[in-house]
């Protein structure tokens, strides 16, 4: 994560997404969507998706997911890095605020690690947000890995702010269900994950999966165990890791 994206000393924008649920009538008051474009790979960008940014007038996200979606309409593209991420909401609420219709778009879906940009782009516009859930690559993680939702624990690194409530939650629940795990990078990456939950008692012998680049055409699979993961941490450091920044770790339970 960048060095000026930085959430320990102050509110964190995901609690103003979450802090109260939708207004029944947001989809009459020509409503600001935050829409989630899937994994990267168009074929799983749903048909609602599709429509929000198709009819937008301005799309604004950052480049990465805006590059995967620009052939998809005609608006105009805001991109942005976490460096110019305010001052480019800034320019969305303004084009908003003018009569345009605005689609703000995220990786996968936007309540798997999303709700801090969901919760700037609230912020900005002053405008009612409206969620369109995408498929995420933490849904194609537990197919892959045969984890079932009901039996599995999710929790995402990849935010700013303090992370230690997600690890000690990962902590308490290692072996006896299922991990699905969003690592933040690079200092929290998979091999980081498993030293922790190694030093925290887990067995070194529970299966786990590093699923890279899922539904593209490159997409890895590595099974290992935790301890396999564990003595890759002499191969990484803040800023470099065997897997890509990518990737979702699976545990299995016993």
């Known amino acids: ?6 959430l320990d000393s102050g509110p964190d924008p995901a609690a103003l997404a979450a802090s109260v649920p939708e207004p029944e009538s947001v989809s009459a008051e020509n409503p600001v969507y935050a829409v989630g474009i899937g994994p990267g790979n168009l074929e799983y960008l749903t048909p609602r998706s599709e ?4 009819d937008a007038d301005v ?9 995967f979606v620009r052939e998809k309409t005609n608006a105009d593209l805001l991109r942005c890095g976490y460096r110019d991420e305010a001052e480019t909401l800034a320019t969305f609420a303004d084009r908003v605020a003018n009569g345009e219709s605005g689609t703000a778009v995220l990786m996968g879906d936007p309540n798997h690690s999303g709700y801090q940009f969901v919760g700037k782009v609230q912020s900005a516009v002053k405008r009612p947000v409206r969620v369109i859930p995408g498929i995420s690559s933490l849904q194609v993680a537990a197919s892959r890995a045969r984890t079932p939702m009901e039996e599995t624990v999710f929790v995402t690194l990849h935010k700013s702010g303090d992370i230690t409530p997600d690890l000690r939650r990962l902590c308490d629940e290692v072996g006896d269900r299922h991990l699905l795990v969003l690592p933040r990078p690079y200092d929290w990456m998979p091999e980081d994950i498993a030293a922790e939950l ?6 070194p012998s529970l299966e786990a999966l590093v699923l890279e680049r899922l539904t593209h055409d490159d997409e890895e699979v590595k ?5 396999g993961l564990q003595a890759l941490t002499n191969e990484s450091d803040d800023e470099t ?6 990737s ?6 016993n």
Do not use: C, K, N
């Open 241 to 246: 890791s065997p897997f890509s920044d990518l």
């Open 59 to 67: 799309v604004v996200g950052f480049e990465t997911v805006v590059e």
């Open 223 to 227: 099974t290992t165990t935790l301890g």
């Open 1 to 6: 994560m960048s060095d000026t994206y930085d």
């Open 248 to 253: 979702i770790l699976a545990v299995r339970s």
């Open 198 to 203: 190694l030093d925290a008692g887990a067995s």
């Open 51 to 54: 429509r929000a940014i198709r």
